[in-house]
């Protein structure tokens, strides 16, 4: 199975720009990027994903490489309420089956 | 509309017993998947359901087993519990299998003595 790797914490002022790095240098040409975050006590909360293209949303940013071997989630404007923990996850797909592969997740500090 | 509901919230069993888990998806969603988070650690796949039949699978043994309903609700049922069973399992759910965005349950948490 194909593996994502992540810092175990990361530290950024309120206001500013986080980029939260993932590793996966095993990724599959059908495996997608996803990233959850999770809040105390909470299940994980989708933010965003891609397959090769770098997206935007309401929420994030993702910034893909271009052989795919690494991603970067990008928060435009960091609030104590994105302090979590983010998990970037692979999803693979082998002949019609799914599997979810998860990273060990980087746990954000928002500093007031 | 509502979300995706896990019961019981917490239960405790003892080593050998076993336990069944349950998951209301969330109105309209036909796919369900189960992951196992031990303390301190991320989610674990343990399996998805799409239309009532298993369509992925983790690294689990066979004493992890599953069901999904025709309303799309789903089961996790675990057997002969070992110690280190003891986890949130968390439920999710989504509109397709291809669909980004998965919907979880705040999750059963499981002791096992």
């Known amino acids: 199975d194909a593996k994502t790797t992540q810092p175990n914490s990361m530290e950024s002022n309120e206001e500013e720009p986080v980029h939260l790095p993932c590793n996966h240098s095993t990724i599959s040409g059908t495996d997608y990027i996803h990233w959850y975050r999770q809040l105390p006590s909470q299940g994980p909360e989708y933010v965003i994903h891609?397959?090769?293209s770098n997206v935007n949303n309401r929420m994030a940013s993702l910034a893909i490489a271009e052989d795919r071997k690494s991603s970067t989630l990008i928060l435009h404007r960091a609030t104590l309420r994105d302090a979590a923990v983010y998990y970037c996850?692979?999803?693979?797909?082998?002949?019609?089956?799914?599997?979810?592969?998860f990273g060990t997740g980087t746990r954000l500090k928002v500093l007031a | 509309e509502t979300g995706v509901t896990q019961s019981p919230t917490h239960l405790i069993k003892t080593r050998g017993q076993q336990v069944t888990l349950r998951c209301s998806s969330q109105?309209?969603?036909?796919?369900v998947s189960w992951y196992q988070q031990a303390l301190g650690q991320g989610p674990q796949f343990i399996f998805q359901?799409?239309?009532?039949?298993?369509?992925g699978r983790g690294n689990f043994p066979p004493r992890f087993s599953g069901l999904q309903f025709p309303n799309y609700s789903s089961e996790l049922n675990v057997n002969a519990l070992e110690l280190d069973d003891s986890a949130l399992y968390l439920c999710?759910?989504?509109?397709?299998?291809?669909?980004?965005?998965?919907?979880f349950g705040e999750g059963s948490r499981l002791t096992v003595l």
């Open positions: 996850i692979l999803r693979s797909t082998t002949s019609g089956t799914y599997k979810y592969i």
């Open positions: 109105s309209g969603h036909n796919t």
């Open positions: 999710a759910s989504s509109s397709g299998v291809n669909t980004g965005e998965l919907f």
């Open positions: 891609g397959l090769t």
């Open positions: 359901y799409y239309r009532e039949e298993e369509n």
